[in-house]
């Protein structure tokens, strides 16, 4: 493929998605490129304390101002973007590994057992508020990070397993799927070359989605103190000392809620992009919350 | 501008001063309030003290609701209560307490010895929830000789019996009633429940029947506000009228500032220490405990964590008290000695530990504040925010799972928990163990004093655990309201002498 | 039509006996007890049993969970161990606050989405659309406690008007306490409304595609006269059942939001009991979230199926 033709092919993408996916996808990348950066350099290290240099407003020194531990903010809510976006990576991994096996299975084995099995445990899932069940896996096994990844983690599978099964399914109707059951193709190769590419395009815009989800469950939950512990930076968790600290310092909590509204505003549109261009039947279709 | 100001407000006012000024004393509280409204962090799981430990249990019934034979005052003091004297043998084993009079219950009970020796042996009995139960284990025998009179028989001298009477552990219930305490109290306090709305308030109101003086609040409401920034907001909005241990030190500048309100800073019996698990290698070595300590900024945890508040203590021992020693220059910040000693034992930089902070600020913050510290001198350190069953079940019981914690031990005179058999941070030292044997046997407290130094000394010496501060008691409070207590020697909000200026 | 219902109602009961079995179970590795939290750090071991004992957590595991269950069906909620009090006390009185909360914030979110859906499908493509539509992206990525966190401050701690969280109680004045309920309702109805408005511009579109709506405006029937009176009608079908949705989710909500303003719910008791190893609380809270999602769901599809006839068709 030349240089221009990959060109024109991504002019007509973005023609196709529309502004959206520009501006969600510019956002998506502008945070995770800070989150990068974290790892190797931040302005101050993002755990060093200076007790007397303690709640400040932002200077020239510290751009968003200082913690009540004298952390520099800009820091932390560098470091809270590596965060947010690994755990949220994490959580998305989870889903699409344990989920897409299950739907695939449910869609291939359509009113067998396994398949109900497979239908009554998302049910199940699906019946604990997603909040609920976070907070009761990391109150039950311990904050931390794995666990949110494993709460967060759960549901997506149960989200993910719906939708391969639903894509599956009207992907397998489709005629050329019938032809190569016809021609006697392995099941294996069916699913290889047929079911799985054409149901990656929903499974991509599902799990924009289910990452800005994780991105506000991981926050929600370090802000009730069930989350990443420190010293690992967290927005949701800066969020929660802003609070404390609501009287004294009142610039506090605007940064990090910024930075979960961009990052979710953008794998917002990021994912409404991708759904106009891969997948333009399921729109509207959000079904994890 | 100030001026015209302030002279307005003479003018609204002045009717009101000068009646003030020309009534007779006796009716300078005619008009004044007579109620208040008391905002608690904690809200008690039920009211009765003789089966919780429920430090917001005291905090609500204690001498205003419930009372024992005897009772401590703001001071620390052992005064009388519900025994109007008493008289100890000489043999200092046999205690004969005389019953004040006309002393009634809620219910309209009267008081009688037999209520006395009721309490006590349930308190004791094999099947009892009471959370002190070593409070009464030198008791031998409670004998009713008549309505009024009670001889109790100890099996062992106990210095301390008449303070352990005191407690709210130890107060005297009614048989009858006895039951139904957790959510129907009936004692012989000047105040008696009047309605508790769970979640949100419980209000007292005047027991008129009261055998002694009656207090100048008829009403009293407790609100239950977990969170330090709503107590803040509920103090500003007037909701409350105090607060009597606040744990936003970040805001007391602003109430100081605010001419409406007074702060009072006392102090607690909390010695706040991390903990040092020394059943772990290589915790156990002396010289990894002495780098921690050395590694550890009192001053600077004091000043993030407490935002000033909170005095540097160099072993586990009050600064208050008569007998404290000043240790703090022992340990004192050094982070290159803190590495060095850390290189002699062995221990390698970026070494893993964990640290289980329970939920008070001091430790949640103070932790940060500590694994930073130690992350200077190459151990890094784990942080994991446990609630309160989860560290009984974790840290305090077996398994003892933890490396380091922070907690603020409030227990009064409490240097004692270190000769303790497998208590919880696993010290076992034996010369220590017989040091606080010869204190309890020792009477004298000149010689008590100078015992009670020698075993802070050994403490320090022997860095068992990182020695943080004394707890502060930051009370907020309309700066009409007098009578409050200043310091907390027992968990207690003592409203009997409470009153409106 | 009764098969159909004797069958999911079924399934409800299935759900919910499953959702009761894994609650029970996964919350018996929680470490901690409830009478070492009632006792403190002084308590001898065997003040503990004693404690145990009373409050009857020394039985076996199986033997709980059937009293439990048992209980339940009966109406009995159990007796809460911190407390010593009936769970259904405790409970009657949160939903006091969160069940006018959960309706507040559903009120606002219709009141909200309703106009803002309605204006960007008249004005499809339009800038009216671009607004809208912008303000439910917008509101989708802002987290309810962070917009919690901001309502306070500016109207509690800059301006004063409200105070920063707590409740009054109903007893007291009732309107201060629909005051102290709407900024956490409105913290709550922000991202549902967000979702409902795309949900009210997409179904609006739909039946303003469809035949009879052409053939009112070929007939001379004003744009916002076809919207209210023809397109509404028949939209509402979709949009009361993402709706029902909604309101479940806003029940769950509360306990997050509960904790930004410190409101005495059932989401806040949920977490407090979590901490204290209340664990008879727990169950019964964390089955009755579950309970009404369940329940919610079913009647949203029973009401799907009843009103419309294509719904039947498909299944």
């Known amino acids: 493929m030349s240089v221009q033709a990959g060109a024109d092919r991504a002019s007509n993408l973005v023609r196709r998605s529309g502004p959206s996916m520009l501006i969600g996808g510019g956002l998506v990348l502008a945070l995770a490129f800070f989150g990068l950066v974290s790892v190797i350099w931040t302005p101050y290290p993002s755990d060093a304390m200076d007790v007397l240099a303690k709640l400040k407003p932002p200077s020239s020194a510290h751009w968003f101002g200082t913690d009540h531990f004298g952390r520099d903010l800009l820091s932390l809510v560098m470091g809270g973007a590596w965060t947010s976006f690994s755990v949220g990576a994490a959580a998305v991994a989870v889903g699409l590994v344990g989920g897409v096996p299950l739907g695939l299975i449910a869609a291939w084995r359509r009113g067998g057992l396994l398949s109900a099995a497979i239908e009554r445990s998302s049910d199940l899932i699906f019946a604990f508020p997603a909040i609920l069940t976070a907070v009761l896996v990391t109150a039950v096994y311990g904050p931390g990070a794995g666990n949110v990844i494993a709460a967060v983690g759960l549901f997506n599978i149960a989200v993910f397993a719906r939708v391969t099964r639903g894509a599956a399914i009207s992907v397998a109707a489709r005629p050329f799927v019938m032809a190569a059951i016809a021609i006697g193709r392995t099941q294996t190769a069916i699913l290889l070359r047929h079911i799985l590419p054409n149901i990656a395009g929903a499974l991509i815009v599902q799990g924009t989605v289910q990452f800005a989800i994780a991105v506000l469950a991981e926050a929600g939950l370090s802000y009730l103190g069930l989350g990443i512990q420190p010293p690992t930076p967290s927005w949701g968790r800066m969020l929660a000392d802003a609070q404390t600290f609501m009287f004294v310092s009142s610039w506090q909590p605007v940064f990090p809620g910024l930075a979960i509204m961009l990052a979710v505003l953008g794998l917002n549109l990021l994912g409404d992009g991708l759904r106009d261009l891969l997948d333009p039947r399921g729109r509207d279709r959000r079904a994890g919350r | 501008m100030n001026g015209v100001v302030k002279l307005l407000g003479v003018a609204a006012i002045g009717t009101g001063l000068c009646l003030g000024m020309t009534a007779p004393p006796a009716e300078a509280n005619e008009g004044k309030r007579t109620d208040i409204v008391m905002g608690v962090t904690l809200e008690p799981p039920h009211l009765d003290p003789t089966a919780g430990a429920a430090a917001a249990i005291d905090e609500i019934v204690y001498a205003n609701v419930f009372e024992g034979l005897t009772r401590i005052n703001e001071s620390g003091q052992v005064k009388a209560g519900l025994a109007e004297r008493w008289v100890i043998e000489d043999d200092g084993l046999t205690y004969r307490f005389i019953l004040r009079e006309g002393v009634t219950f809620h219910d309209g009970a009267t008081l009688e010895a037999s209520d006395v020796k009721f309490s006590l042996e349930r308190a004791m009995a094999e099947d009892s929830v009471n959370a002190q139960k070593a409070l009464f284990s030198a008791i031998a025998s409670v004998d009713v000789v008549d309505d009024r009179t009670v001889i109790i028989r100890l099996s062992r001298k106990e210095g301390q019996f008449l303070w352990n009477l005191g407690w709210g552990d130890a107060v005297i219930v009614d048989p009858a009633s006895a039951d139904t305490n957790k959510t129907n109290p009936v004692g012989t306090g000047p105040f008696k429940l009047d309605t508790w709305v769970r979640g949100a308030t419980l209000t007292l109101t005047e027991n008129p029947a009261y055998w002694g003086t009656k207090p100048a609040l008829n009403k009293v409401t407790f609100q239950f506000i977990k969170d330090p920034a709503a107590q803040v907001v509920a103090l500003l909005a007037g909701d409350i009228d105090a607060v009597a241990n606040i744990n936003a030190p970040e805001m007391v500048a602003r109430f100081q500032a605010d001419g409406r309100f007074a702060v009072d800073v006392g102090t607690t019996e909390g010695e706040t220490i991390l903990s040092i698990n020394h059943r772990r290698a290589p915790w156990n070595d002396v010289r990894v405990r002495r780098a921690i300590q050395h590694a550890i900024d009192r001053n600077a945890i004091i000043a993030g964590a407490m935002f000033g508040f909170g005095t540097p203590i160099g072993s586990h021992f009050a600064p208050h008290s008569p007998a404290y020693l000043d240790l703090t220059e022992q340990g004192l910040y050094d982070p290159e000695k803190a590495k060095a000693l850390l290189a002699e034992a062995g221990v390698k930089s970026g070494t893993k530990a964990v640290i289980k902070l329970p939920p008070p600020t001091y430790a949640r913050r103070g932790g940060e504040i500590i694994a930073a510290q130690l992350k200077a001198v190459g151990i890094e350190l784990e942080i994991v925010p446990v609630e309160w069953g989860q560290w009984l079940a974790e840290v305090f019981k077996a398994p003892h799972d933890f490396d380091f914690t922070i907690v603020s031990h409030t227990e009064p005179l409490d240097i004692g928990i270190y000769a303790r058999d497998d208590y919880y941070f696993g010290y076992d030292n034996p010369a220590f163990k017989e040091l606080m044997k010869t204190v309890e046997e020792t009477s004298n407290p000149a010689e008590r004093y100078a015992l009670y130094r020698e075993a802070q000394q050994m403490l320090a010496d022997e860095a068992v655990n990182g020695f943080l501060f004394q707890l502060a008691k930051i009370g907020v409070r309309r700066k009409e309201i007098s009578g409050l207590w200043m310091n907390a020697p027992v968990q207690a909000n003592d409203l009997t002498k409470v009153h409106w200026e | ?315």
Request: charged letters at 15%; a neutral charge.
């Open chain 3, 1 to 315: 039509m009764l098969p159909m219902l004797s069958h999911r109602l079924a399934g409800l009961a299935g759900t919910l006996f499953a959702a009761s079995l894994i609650t029970f179970f996964a919350l018996e590795v929680l470490p901690g007890d409830a009478a070492q939290i009632l006792l403190g750090t002084e308590a001898r071991d065997d003040t503990l049993a004693a404690m145990r004992a009373q409050l009857g957590i020394d039985r076996p595991m199986a033997e709980r969970y059937v009293d439990w269950v048992l209980g339940l069906l009966t109406g009995d909620l159990g007796t809460s161990q911190i407390y010593g009090i009936p769970v259904a006390d405790m409970v009657r009185d949160r939903l006091a606050i969160s069940l006018p909360l959960a309706g507040m914030a559903f009120l606002l979110t219709v009141l909200i989405a309703m106009p803002i859906g309605i204006l960007a499908a008249a004005g499809r493509g339009g800038p009216a659309d671009f607004l809208a539509m912008g303000f439910a992206q917008i509101g989708l990525a802002i987290p309810n406690f962070w917009f919690g966190i901001l309502l306070v401050l500016l109207f509690a701690v800059k301006l004063g008007w409200v105070s920063t969280g707590g409740f009054p109680g109903w007893s007291d004045n009732p309107f201060n306490a629909l005051g102290a309920l709407f900024l956490p309702a409105l913290a709550l109805a922000l991202s549902e409304a967000a979702i409902l408005s795309r949900v009210v511009r997409g179904a609006l579109l739909e039946t303003l595609g469809e035949d009879y709506i052409r053939t009112a405006r070929a007939k001379g029937v004003s744009s916002s006269a076809v919207i209210a009176r023809h397109a509404l009608r028949n939209a509402m079908i979709p949009i009361s059942t993402i709706m029902g949705l909604q309101f479940a989710f806003l029940v769950a909500g509360s306990i997050v939001i509960e904790n930004v303003f410190y409101l005495p719910g059932l989401g806040r008791l949920l977490i407090q009991s979590i901490f204290q190893r209340d664990l008879i609380v727990v169950r019964d809270l964390v089955l009755m979230f579950a309970g009404i999602v369940v329940l919610v769901n079913f009647a949203v599809d029973l009401i799907y199926n009843a009103i419309d006839p294509r719904a039947r068709v498909q299944r």
